[in-house]
Protein backbone atom coordinates (compact mmCIF):
# COMPACT_ATOMS: atom_id res chain seq x y z
CA UNK A 1 0.00 0.00 0.00
CA UNK A 2 1.27 3.20 -0.93
CA UNK A 3 0.79 6.53 1.94
CA UNK A 4 0.75 9.74 0.00
CA UNK A 5 1.04 12.62 1.98
CA UNK A 6 -1.79 14.66 0.37
CA UNK A 7 -1.26 18.46 1.45
CA UNK A 8 -3.31 21.77 0.74
CA UNK A 9 -1.98 24.76 0.21
CA UNK A 10 -3.82 27.67 -0.18
CA UNK A 11 -1.77 30.78 -1.74
CA UNK A 12 -2.82 34.46 -0.65
CA UNK A 13 -1.93 36.91 -2.38
CA UNK A 14 -2.48 40.87 -2.25
CA UNK A 15 -1.64 43.59 -4.58
CA UNK A 16 -1.83 47.27 -4.15
CA UNK A 17 -0.43 49.69 -6.96
CA UNK A 18 -2.05 52.96 -7.12
CA UNK A 19 -1.49 54.65 -10.74
CA UNK A 20 -3.40 57.28 -12.49
CA UNK A 21 -7.09 56.52 -13.86
CA UNK A 22 -9.96 58.86 -13.52
CA UNK A 23 -13.55 57.80 -14.43
CA UNK A 24 -17.01 58.97 -12.26
CA UNK A 25 -19.83 57.03 -11.17
CA UNK A 26 -21.32 55.28 -8.00
CA UNK A 27 -20.98 52.09 -7.78
CA UNK A 28 -21.96 50.31 -4.49
CA UNK A 29 -25.46 49.80 -3.56
CA UNK A 30 -24.98 49.91 0.45
CA UNK A 31 -28.01 46.68 1.17
CA UNK A 32 -25.99 44.62 3.73
CA UNK A 33 -24.92 45.18 7.13
CA UNK A 34 -21.40 44.64 7.11
CA UNK A 35 -20.60 45.56 10.43
CA UNK A 36 -19.79 42.04 11.75
CA UNK A 37 -17.54 40.83 9.25
CA UNK A 38 -15.71 43.84 8.89
CA UNK A 39 -15.34 43.87 12.86
CA UNK A 40 -13.86 40.44 12.81
CA UNK A 41 -11.74 41.35 9.72
CA UNK A 42 -10.54 44.54 11.50
CA UNK A 43 -9.48 42.09 14.50
CA UNK A 44 -7.84 39.79 12.04
CA UNK A 45 -5.70 42.63 11.08
CA UNK A 46 -4.79 43.86 14.02
CA UNK A 47 -3.60 40.38 14.92
CA UNK A 48 -1.78 40.04 11.43
CA UNK A 49 0.06 43.49 12.50
CA UNK A 50 1.29 42.53 15.58
CA UNK A 51 3.19 39.23 13.94
CA UNK A 52 3.87 40.69 10.64
CA UNK A 53 4.74 44.45 11.17
CA UNK A 54 5.95 45.65 14.79
CA UNK A 55 9.29 44.06 14.25
CA UNK A 56 10.23 44.58 11.06
CA UNK A 57 11.00 47.95 9.53
CA UNK A 58 8.44 48.21 6.82
CA UNK A 59 5.15 46.05 6.16
CA UNK A 60 2.33 45.65 3.66
CA UNK A 61 -0.07 43.28 3.16
CA UNK A 62 -3.72 42.47 2.43
CA UNK A 63 -5.94 41.48 5.81
CA UNK A 64 -8.61 42.00 3.34
CA UNK A 65 -7.04 38.83 0.62
CA UNK A 66 -5.61 36.85 3.58
CA UNK A 67 -9.34 36.54 5.12
CA UNK A 68 -11.08 35.69 1.75
CA UNK A 69 -8.76 33.14 1.21
CA UNK A 70 -8.81 31.27 4.41
CA UNK A 71 -12.62 31.83 4.52
CA UNK A 72 -12.70 29.63 1.47
CA UNK A 73 -10.60 26.56 3.29
CA UNK A 74 -12.72 27.25 6.46
CA UNK A 75 -15.56 26.44 4.15
CA UNK A 76 -14.43 22.71 3.52
CA UNK A 77 -13.29 22.47 7.50
CA UNK A 78 -15.08 20.83 9.60
CA UNK A 79 -14.74 19.95 13.41
CA UNK A 80 -11.88 21.23 15.28
CA UNK A 81 -10.20 22.33 12.03
CA UNK A 82 -13.46 24.60 11.30
CA UNK A 83 -13.21 25.93 14.64
CA UNK A 84 -9.31 26.39 14.73
CA UNK A 85 -10.66 28.45 11.14
CA UNK A 86 -13.30 30.37 12.80
CA UNK A 87 -11.27 31.30 16.30
CA UNK A 88 -8.10 32.66 13.87
CA UNK A 89 -10.43 34.32 11.69
CA UNK A 90 -12.44 36.36 14.43
CA UNK A 91 -15.68 35.04 13.16
CA UNK A 92 -18.61 35.00 15.33
CA UNK A 93 -21.59 33.04 15.18
CA UNK A 94 -23.88 35.19 13.61
CA UNK A 95 -21.60 36.25 10.97
CA UNK A 96 -22.66 34.06 7.52
CA UNK A 97 -18.78 34.86 6.07
CA UNK A 98 -19.26 33.06 2.75
CA UNK A 99 -22.79 34.66 2.18
CA UNK A 100 -21.24 37.82 3.25
CA UNK A 101 -18.34 37.26 0.79
CA UNK A 102 -20.45 36.35 -1.88
CA UNK A 103 -22.19 39.65 -1.48
CA UNK A 104 -18.96 41.99 -0.94
CA UNK A 105 -16.99 40.42 -3.98
CA UNK A 106 -19.84 41.08 -6.27
CA UNK A 107 -20.25 44.53 -4.92
CA UNK A 108 -16.99 45.44 -4.87
CA UNK A 109 -15.81 44.05 -8.04
CA UNK A 110 -18.28 46.62 -9.52
CA UNK A 111 -16.97 49.85 -8.48
CA UNK A 112 -16.58 51.84 -11.23
CA UNK A 113 -14.48 55.10 -10.39
CA UNK A 114 -11.70 52.93 -9.15
CA UNK A 115 -10.02 49.58 -10.00
CA UNK A 116 -10.64 46.99 -7.47
CA UNK A 117 -10.51 43.16 -8.63
CA UNK A 118 -10.58 40.37 -6.91
CA UNK A 119 -10.02 37.08 -8.01
CA UNK A 120 -10.29 33.65 -6.56
CA UNK A 121 -9.22 30.70 -7.62
CA UNK A 122 -8.67 26.70 -6.67
CA UNK A 123 -6.12 24.17 -8.16
CA UNK A 124 -6.48 20.61 -7.92
CA UNK A 125 -4.59 17.97 -8.26
CA UNK A 126 -5.48 15.79 -10.87
CA UNK A 127 -6.12 12.43 -8.29
CA UNK A 128 -8.51 14.47 -6.36
CA UNK A 129 -11.80 14.59 -6.10
CA UNK A 130 -13.35 17.90 -4.73
CA UNK A 131 -16.79 17.12 -2.88
CA UNK A 132 -19.41 18.57 -5.65
CA UNK A 133 -21.32 20.76 -3.01
CA UNK A 134 -17.87 22.38 -2.06
CA UNK A 135 -16.89 23.13 -5.71
CA UNK A 136 -20.62 24.68 -6.23
CA UNK A 137 -19.70 26.81 -3.07
CA UNK A 138 -16.60 28.06 -4.42
CA UNK A 139 -17.74 29.29 -7.96
CA UNK A 140 -21.35 30.60 -6.54
CA UNK A 141 -20.31 32.07 -3.36
CA UNK A 142 -16.48 33.13 -3.89
CA UNK A 143 -16.62 33.65 -7.72
CA UNK A 144 -13.64 31.29 -7.71
CA UNK A 145 -11.92 29.13 -11.34
CA UNK A 146 -11.51 25.61 -10.45
CA UNK A 147 -8.48 23.97 -12.23
CA UNK A 148 -6.21 21.19 -12.25
CA UNK A 149 -2.85 21.13 -11.58
CA UNK A 150 -0.96 19.97 -14.37
CA UNK A 151 2.60 18.20 -13.17
CA UNK A 152 3.59 17.10 -16.68
CA UNK A 153 3.72 21.22 -17.30
CA UNK A 154 7.58 21.64 -18.45
CA UNK A 155 7.74 25.08 -16.67
CA UNK A 156 6.17 23.51 -13.65
CA UNK A 157 2.74 22.86 -12.42
CA UNK A 158 3.21 27.05 -10.86
CA UNK A 159 3.61 28.18 -14.27
CA UNK A 160 -0.45 28.91 -15.11
CA UNK A 161 -0.88 29.43 -11.30
CA UNK A 162 1.86 32.35 -11.84
CA UNK A 163 0.27 33.27 -15.14
CA UNK A 164 -3.26 33.56 -13.65
CA UNK A 165 -1.78 35.61 -10.70
CA UNK A 166 -0.20 38.11 -13.19
CA UNK A 167 -3.44 38.44 -15.31
CA UNK A 168 -5.29 39.49 -12.42
CA UNK A 169 -2.58 41.95 -11.11
CA UNK A 170 -2.41 43.31 -14.37
CA UNK A 171 1.77 41.68 -14.05
CA UNK A 172 2.23 43.63 -11.07
CA UNK A 173 2.73 40.08 -9.24
CA UNK A 174 4.52 37.82 -11.12
CA UNK A 175 5.74 34.76 -9.61
CA UNK A 176 3.63 34.35 -6.17
CA UNK A 177 4.34 30.51 -6.40
CA UNK A 178 8.21 30.20 -6.42
CA UNK A 179 9.59 27.08 -8.23
CA UNK A 180 9.64 23.83 -6.47
CA UNK A 181 7.37 24.87 -3.86
CA UNK A 182 4.72 22.56 -5.68
CA UNK A 183 5.29 18.70 -5.58
CA UNK A 184 3.16 15.95 -6.47
CA UNK A 185 2.27 15.70 -2.80
CA UNK A 186 0.53 19.27 -2.88
CA UNK A 187 -3.48 18.96 -3.41
CA UNK A 188 -4.77 21.79 -3.52
CA UNK A 189 -3.76 25.39 -3.72
CA UNK A 190 -6.18 28.55 -3.19
CA UNK A 191 -5.16 31.80 -4.43
CA UNK A 192 -7.20 34.68 -3.58
CA UNK A 193 -5.55 38.37 -5.50
CA UNK A 194 -6.87 41.37 -5.06
CA UNK A 195 -5.98 44.35 -7.17
CA UNK A 196 -6.42 47.57 -6.20
CA UNK A 197 -5.53 51.11 -8.54
CA UNK A 198 -7.07 54.38 -7.41
CA UNK A 199 -6.09 57.93 -7.98
CA UNK A 200 -6.46 60.49 -4.74
CA UNK A 201 -9.03 62.70 -5.10
CA UNK A 202 -6.99 65.35 -4.39
CA UNK A 203 -3.58 64.55 -6.59
CA UNK A 204 -0.13 65.45 -5.50
CA UNK A 205 1.86 68.01 -8.05
CA UNK A 206 4.66 66.46 -9.21
CA UNK A 207 6.14 69.55 -9.56
CA UNK A 208 6.25 70.05 -5.79
CA UNK A 209 7.88 66.66 -4.77
CA UNK A 210 11.13 67.42 -3.59
CA UNK A 211 14.06 65.10 -1.65
CA UNK A 212 13.39 66.18 2.09
CA UNK A 213 14.71 64.49 5.32
CA UNK A 214 13.18 61.95 6.62
CA UNK A 215 14.44 60.78 10.45
CA UNK A 216 13.95 57.08 11.27
CA UNK A 217 13.38 55.70 14.09
CA UNK A 218 17.22 55.71 15.52
CA UNK A 219 17.62 59.41 14.55
CA UNK A 220 19.27 58.58 11.47
CA UNK A 221 18.46 61.10 8.91
CA UNK A 222 17.44 60.12 5.31
CA UNK A 223 16.27 61.36 1.89
CA UNK A 224 12.89 60.77 0.59
CA UNK A 225 10.84 62.14 -2.16
CA UNK A 226 8.36 64.02 -0.18
CA UNK A 227 4.93 64.63 -1.79
CA UNK A 228 2.96 68.01 -0.54
CA UNK A 229 -0.06 69.83 -0.77
CA UNK A 230 -2.46 72.24 0.97
CA UNK A 231 -5.92 71.40 1.45
CA UNK A 232 -8.85 70.01 2.80
CA UNK A 233 -8.73 67.15 4.44
CA UNK A 234 -10.40 64.96 7.28
CA UNK A 235 -7.72 64.69 10.32
CA UNK A 236 -7.74 64.30 14.04
CA UNK A 237 -5.26 65.01 16.24
CA UNK A 238 -3.69 62.87 19.38
CA UNK A 239 -5.90 60.07 18.98
CA UNK A 240 -3.79 57.36 20.38
CA UNK A 241 -0.65 57.27 22.16
CA UNK A 242 -0.09 61.23 21.14
CA UNK A 243 -0.90 59.80 17.45
CA UNK A 244 -2.53 61.85 14.42
CA UNK A 245 -4.70 60.64 11.43
CA UNK A 246 -5.16 62.11 8.21
CA UNK A 247 -7.46 60.44 5.54
CA UNK A 248 -6.55 60.94 1.97
CA UNK A 249 -9.87 59.95 0.08
CA UNK A 250 -9.63 58.05 -3.39
CA UNK A 251 -11.60 59.64 -6.49
CA UNK A 252 -14.20 56.89 -5.03
CA UNK A 253 -14.20 58.72 -1.66
CA UNK A 254 -15.36 55.43 0.12
CA UNK A 255 -12.13 54.35 -0.85
CA UNK A 256 -9.10 55.93 1.77
CA UNK A 257 -5.99 55.65 2.92
CA UNK A 258 -5.58 56.37 6.75
CA UNK A 259 -2.17 57.42 7.64
CA UNK A 260 -1.30 57.25 11.29
CA UNK A 261 1.44 59.18 12.54
CA UNK A 262 2.95 59.42 15.49
CA UNK A 263 4.64 62.97 17.36
CA UNK A 264 7.91 61.99 17.42
CA UNK A 265 10.18 60.13 15.01
CA UNK A 266 10.95 57.74 17.89
CA UNK A 267 7.25 57.41 18.76
CA UNK A 268 6.48 54.25 16.37
CA UNK A 269 7.03 51.99 18.89
CA UNK A 270 4.73 53.16 21.34
CA UNK A 271 1.89 53.62 19.28
CA UNK A 272 2.12 50.34 17.72
CA UNK A 273 2.22 48.58 20.99
CA UNK A 274 -1.19 50.53 21.70
CA UNK A 275 -3.15 49.42 18.65
CA UNK A 276 -1.66 45.94 18.73
CA UNK A 277 -3.28 45.62 22.23
CA UNK A 278 -6.35 43.16 22.01
CA UNK A 279 -7.86 45.51 23.55
CA UNK A 280 -7.83 48.62 21.60
CA UNK A 281 -10.06 49.18 19.16
CA UNK A 282 -8.95 49.84 15.71
CA UNK A 283 -12.33 50.83 14.11
CA UNK A 284 -11.98 54.05 16.19
CA UNK A 285 -8.92 55.09 13.94
CA UNK A 286 -11.63 55.55 11.23
CA UNK A 287 -14.17 57.60 12.54
CA UNK A 288 -14.90 61.03 14.49
CA UNK A 289 -13.17 63.21 11.92
CA UNK A 290 -13.08 66.74 11.52
CA UNK A 291 -12.16 68.68 7.99
CA UNK A 292 -9.68 71.02 8.53
CA UNK A 293 -7.11 72.92 6.07
CA UNK A 294 -3.89 70.32 6.30
CA UNK A 295 -0.37 71.04 4.94
CA UNK A 296 -0.16 67.37 4.12
CA UNK A 297 3.56 66.09 3.49
CA UNK A 298 4.23 62.29 2.35
CA UNK A 299 6.91 60.35 1.11
CA UNK A 300 6.27 58.79 -2.25
CA UNK A 301 7.39 55.31 -2.06
CA UNK A 302 6.54 51.25 -3.03
CA UNK A 303 7.14 48.74 -1.06
CA UNK A 304 6.68 44.65 -1.98
CA UNK A 305 6.46 41.72 0.52
CA UNK A 306 6.39 37.96 0.38
CA UNK A 307 5.44 36.26 3.39
CA UNK A 308 4.63 32.90 4.53
CA UNK A 309 2.05 33.53 6.91
CA UNK A 310 2.09 30.21 8.16
CA UNK A 311 3.56 30.50 11.29
CA UNK A 312 1.93 33.81 12.16
CA UNK A 313 -1.88 31.69 11.74
CA UNK A 314 -0.63 29.47 14.37
CA UNK A 315 -0.30 31.77 16.56
CA UNK A 316 -3.73 32.95 15.61
CA UNK A 317 -4.60 29.60 16.52
CA UNK A 318 -4.25 27.48 13.03
CA UNK A 319 -2.60 23.79 14.48
CA UNK A 320 -4.52 21.10 13.63
CA UNK A 321 -5.14 22.38 9.52
CA UNK A 322 -1.68 22.27 9.41
CA UNK A 323 -1.31 18.57 10.65
CA UNK A 324 -2.12 15.53 9.59
CA UNK A 325 -5.17 15.55 12.46
CA UNK A 326 -6.78 18.13 10.22
CA UNK A 327 -10.44 17.77 9.57
CA UNK A 328 -11.13 19.08 6.14
CA UNK A 329 -13.55 16.33 5.26
CA UNK A 330 -16.18 19.08 3.32
CA UNK A 331 -13.42 19.81 0.36
CA UNK A 332 -12.76 16.16 -0.65
CA UNK A 333 -13.27 12.97 0.63
CA UNK A 334 -9.14 12.50 0.63
CA UNK A 335 -7.33 13.82 3.77
CA UNK A 336 -6.08 17.08 2.90
CA UNK A 337 -3.97 19.60 5.15
CA UNK A 338 -2.79 22.86 4.97
CA UNK A 339 0.93 22.86 3.63
CA UNK A 340 1.78 26.57 3.47
CA UNK A 341 0.13 30.20 3.70
CA UNK A 342 1.65 32.92 1.48
CA UNK A 343 1.13 36.33 0.47
CA UNK A 344 2.44 38.45 -1.49
CA UNK A 345 1.47 42.55 -1.73
CA UNK A 346 2.75 45.60 -3.31
CA UNK A 347 2.32 49.16 -2.46
CA UNK A 348 2.92 52.21 -4.79
CA UNK A 349 1.86 55.68 -3.45
CA UNK A 350 2.78 58.68 -5.83
CA UNK A 351 1.30 61.71 -6.70
CA UNK A 352 -1.13 60.98 -9.56
CA UNK A 353 -4.53 61.68 -9.17
CA UNK A 354 -7.24 64.50 -10.29
CA UNK A 355 -4.82 67.27 -9.98
CA UNK A 356 -7.53 69.57 -10.75
CA UNK A 357 -9.55 68.56 -7.25
CA UNK A 358 -6.67 69.50 -5.58
CA UNK A 359 -7.03 73.20 -6.15
CA UNK A 360 -10.37 73.56 -5.95
CA UNK A 361 -10.49 73.72 -1.84
CA UNK A 362 -13.68 75.81 -1.98
CA UNK A 363 -15.58 72.98 -3.23
CA UNK A 364 -14.07 70.83 -0.49
CA UNK A 365 -14.63 73.08 1.94
CA UNK A 366 -18.47 73.16 1.32
CA UNK A 367 -19.21 69.73 1.94
CA UNK A 368 -17.77 69.93 5.29
CA UNK A 369 -20.13 68.46 8.10
CA UNK A 370 -17.84 69.17 10.97
CA UNK A 371 -18.52 71.81 12.95
CA UNK A 372 -14.26 72.70 13.56
CA UNK A 373 -12.79 74.46 10.96
CA UNK A 374 -9.48 75.48 11.80
CA UNK A 375 -8.12 79.13 10.06
CA UNK A 376 -4.22 78.29 10.35
CA UNK A 377 -3.39 74.84 8.48
CA UNK A 378 -2.64 71.78 10.10
CA UNK A 379 0.04 70.75 9.23
CA UNK A 380 0.73 66.83 8.35
CA UNK A 381 4.26 65.80 7.83
CA UNK A 382 4.89 62.51 7.70
CA UNK A 383 8.87 62.96 8.03
CA UNK A 384 9.33 59.84 9.88
CA UNK A 385 8.08 56.72 10.78
CA UNK A 386 4.09 55.80 10.48
CA UNK A 387 1.60 53.07 9.93
CA UNK A 388 -0.82 53.55 7.38
CA UNK A 389 -4.32 51.53 6.63
CA UNK A 390 -5.84 51.71 2.60
CA UNK A 391 -9.57 50.62 3.60
CA UNK A 392 -13.06 50.32 1.74
CA UNK A 393 -15.28 52.47 4.45
CA UNK A 394 -18.39 51.45 3.60
CA UNK A 395 -17.71 47.98 4.23
CA UNK A 396 -15.23 48.32 6.92
CA UNK A 397 -12.80 46.47 4.51
CA UNK A 398 -9.08 47.21 5.37
CA UNK A 399 -7.39 46.10 1.81
CA UNK A 400 -4.34 46.61 2.81
CA UNK A 401 -1.82 47.45 5.94
CA UNK A 402 1.55 48.66 6.76
CA UNK A 403 4.33 50.88 8.06
CA UNK A 404 7.11 52.76 6.46
CA UNK A 405 9.67 53.54 8.86
CA UNK A 406 12.77 53.01 5.86
CA UNK A 407 11.66 54.56 3.06
CA UNK A 408 15.18 53.15 1.44
CA UNK A 409 14.12 49.31 1.87
CA UNK A 410 11.87 48.53 -0.86
CA UNK A 411 11.13 44.81 -0.87
CA UNK A 412 10.94 42.13 1.95
CA UNK A 413 10.73 38.56 1.64
CA UNK A 414 10.41 36.92 5.35
CA UNK A 415 8.82 33.54 6.93
C1 LIG B 1 -14.48 15.75 10.69
O1 LIG B 1 -15.48 16.44 11.39
C2 LIG B 1 -16.79 15.87 11.22
C3 LIG B 1 -17.78 16.80 11.88
O2 LIG B 1 -17.39 17.12 13.19
C4 LIG B 1 -16.79 14.47 11.81
O3 LIG B 1 -18.08 13.88 11.61
C5 LIG B 1 -15.73 13.65 11.10
O4 LIG B 1 -15.65 12.37 11.69
C6 LIG B 1 -14.38 14.32 11.17
N1 LIG B 1 -13.45 13.60 10.31
C7 LIG B 1 -12.21 13.35 10.66
C8 LIG B 1 -11.39 12.62 9.68
O5 LIG B 1 -11.75 13.73 11.75
C1 LIG C 1 2.04 72.48 -10.21
O1 LIG C 1 2.81 73.45 -9.55
C2 LIG C 1 3.48 74.32 -10.44
C3 LIG C 1 4.42 75.18 -9.63
O2 LIG C 1 3.78 75.75 -8.53
C4 LIG C 1 2.46 75.12 -11.24
O3 LIG C 1 3.08 75.96 -12.14
C5 LIG C 1 1.56 74.15 -11.98
O4 LIG C 1 0.52 74.84 -12.63
C6 LIG C 1 0.95 73.11 -11.04
N1 LIG C 1 0.26 72.12 -11.81
C7 LIG C 1 -1.00 71.84 -11.63
C8 LIG C 1 -1.54 70.84 -12.56
O5 LIG C 1 -1.68 72.38 -10.77
C1 LIG D 1 16.00 62.99 -5.18
O1 LIG D 1 17.32 62.48 -5.13
C2 LIG D 1 17.55 61.34 -5.94
C3 LIG D 1 18.95 60.83 -5.67
O2 LIG D 1 19.88 61.88 -5.62
C4 LIG D 1 17.31 61.71 -7.39
O3 LIG D 1 17.52 60.60 -8.21
C5 LIG D 1 15.91 62.22 -7.55
O4 LIG D 1 15.68 62.64 -8.88
C6 LIG D 1 15.64 63.38 -6.60
N1 LIG D 1 14.22 63.69 -6.68
C7 LIG D 1 13.78 64.94 -6.76
C8 LIG D 1 12.30 65.08 -6.82
O5 LIG D 1 14.50 65.90 -6.78
C1 LIG E 1 -19.53 77.65 -0.27
O1 LIG E 1 -19.12 78.31 0.88
C2 LIG E 1 -18.99 79.70 0.70
C3 LIG E 1 -18.40 80.27 1.98
O2 LIG E 1 -19.09 79.83 3.11
C4 LIG E 1 -20.35 80.28 0.34
O3 LIG E 1 -20.23 81.67 0.12
C5 LIG E 1 -20.87 79.64 -0.93
O4 LIG E 1 -22.17 80.09 -1.24
C6 LIG E 1 -20.87 78.11 -0.74
N1 LIG E 1 -21.22 77.49 -2.00
C7 LIG E 1 -22.13 76.56 -2.10
C8 LIG E 1 -22.33 75.99 -3.46
O5 LIG E 1 -22.76 76.14 -1.14
Given at each position: ????????????????????????A??????R??????????????????????????A???????????????????????????T???????????????????????V?????????????????????????????????N?????????????????T??A???R????????????????????????????????????????????????G?????????????????????A?????????????F???V???????????L????A?????N??L???????T?????P??Q?????D??????K?????????????S?????K??I???????M?????S???????????V???????A???????????????????????G???????????????????
Amino acid sequence: MIIMAIRLLPIVVGLLAIIGRVDCAWGIPETRDFVPLSTASTKFSQKLYKDLAINRPNAVFSPFSAHVALSMAYLGARGNTANELRTALQLTPEIEVHDNYQELIDLLNKVNDVTLDIANSVWIHPDITLLEDYKTELVTKYYANVDALDFSNPNGPEQPINTWVAKQTRDKIRAIVPHGVLSPSTSLIIVNTVYFSADWNSGFNETLTKNKTFTKQDGLKVQVEMMTQTGRFEIKESVVAGAGVLRLPYSDERFAMYVLLPRTFSGLPDLEKTIADDDFDNDMLFNDFMEATVAVSLPKFQFTASMDLKNTLKKLGLSSAFSESANFSGISATKTHISGVMQKAMVEIKESGTVAAAVTEVDVSNRSTFPAVKKTPFTFNADHPFVYFIRQDSSGQILFHGKLSDPQMEKMEAS
